[in-house]
């Protein structure tokens, strides 16, 4: 065997990490691989608990990207495992290729390089996404995926208050609705919205109003719930969601606000009008099971406000309402081993729920927590709105 310019594994494997320059997509880093001794698929564990997959070329050099989904300001090691072929698997094999000990080093740099079947490289990563960014991924979950909405706040102390709003474009501005406020104990935040609409693109704005009176707005990519099936029933407050069989939803009713007052000698009255309501109606659901029918008064007793989302082909509008009287019968009352329902449940529609009409977050006994006296609350919380727009999480 004749000794290279370099020894075996010379030059060794090495990974390069350049984050994007574009303030949009500052979290995507391009991984470029190269002295890969072999073609083939190389991994990079980038340092956040995830991977992705590079192929080599013949000349053992690769390329991928990979978008950090961690917000915020981070440094990650990314490391790149690529094979390599083994030079000799047995003493048997290194004794007929190299004649002499003294000249082992000529041919391979260590002992580990002898039968080495794999190489690693690492590179540091840095993570700069400016001073504020907001990411949407969708979550698998049962019976219906919901949205992980990730968001980072920098400069924490310049905040006094943000909010993020959910924007439906094909919904027509009925479902853009802000599903979360926040005050100036801001910085990383992770929230799920279990009220996105089903096969609907969906963008995630995020608002922030800082001390010296500039405002950021930043939005998230667009994203989807998609392949789901049927409809869902959600309950605002715990956001405990079923699948319900809608048997029948026949009449939607607009009241009319109006008085009618009759005027002597005159034969048509005087009408004082306003606009129509919001439609009420009736639900009715079809349940088979005990354990369908717990479930869906579950959902309907719990909060009071519900959400019914249906696919965007599908008839049936998706709506939220208050839950109003329930009328429970049997399908087959003579048989005594039937679960067989039909619930009409009385529902008044409503618009959607906005974080301010939400249940307060904040308890008593995490004010208590933060503040020993009454005289104490007003510095950091000068009114009941920003105490109700308080986050104790952070």
């Not at 494997?13 to 994007?20: C, F, G, I, V």
């Not at 079923?242 to 034969?267: C, D, F, G, I, Y």
Request: some cysteine; glycine content about 8%; overall charge negative.
């Amino acid at each position: 065997m004749v000794a290279g310019d370099q020894p075996w594994p010379l030059p060794r494997l090495a990974l390069e990490a350049k984050t994007s320059a574009t303030p949009d997509d500052r979290a995507t880093t391009t991984f470029t691989v190269t002295n890969g001794k072999q073609a083939g698929k190389a991994t990079v564990a980038t340092g956040d608990g995830r991977s992705v997959e590079i192929t080599l070329d013949a000349t053992g050099t690769g390329t991928g990207t990979y978008q950090y989904s961690d917000p915020g300001h981070h440094t990650y090691t990314a490391t790149v495992t690529a094979p390599c072929p083994v030079l000799y698997a047995t003493w048997q094999l290194l004794e007929r290729a190299i004649d002499l000990w003294s000249v082992v080093g000529e041919f391979v740099q260590t002992w580990a390089d002898t039968d080495r079947a794999t190489e690693t490289a690492s590179a540091t990563v840095d993570v700069d996404v400016g001073p504020a960014t907001l990411w949407a991924t969708v979550t698998p979950d049962q019976p219906v995926p919901h949205i992980q909405i990730d968001a980072w706040i920098g400069d924490a102390g310049t905040v006094t208050a943000w909010q993020i709003e959910r924007v439906a474009p094909q919904g027509g501005g009925d479902q853009n609705v802000p599903i979360y406020l926040g005050d100036k104990s801001s910085g990383a935040i992770s929230i799920e919205d279990h009220e996105a609409p089903l096969g609907q693109t969906v963008i995630y704005r995020l608002t922030i109003t800082r001390k010296n009176g500039t405002v950021q707005i930043i939005e998230s990519s667009p994203i989807l719930i998609d392949g789901t099936r049927g409809c869902f029933l959600t309950d605002t407050t715990s956001a405990a969601t079923v699948a319900v069989t809608l048997r029948a939803w026949a009449e939607r009713t607009s009241k009319a606000r109006q008085s009618v007052l009759t005027v002597l000698n005159r034969p048509d009255p005087v009408v004082l009008s306003d606009i129509h309501t919001i439609p009420e109606g009736k639900w009715v659901f079809l349940t088979r099971t005990q354990a369908e029918l717990e479930a869906l008064y579950g959902v309907l007793l719990a909060g009071r406000l519900v959400l019914l989302r249906t696919q965007p082909d599908s008839a049936i509008r998706t709506t939220y309402a208050a839950v109003g009287d329930i009328t429970e019968s049997r399908l087959y009352p003579e048989l005594g081993d039937a679960w067989e329902r039909l619930v009409e449940v009385e529902v008044q529609e409503v618009a959607p729920i906005p974080a301010t009409a939400r249940a307060l977050r904040v308890g008593w006994d995490q004010v208590a927590a933060n503040w020993a006296r009454w005289d104490a609350i007003p510095a950091d919380m000068p009114t009941w709105l920003d105490l109700s727009r308080w986050n104790p999480e952070g």
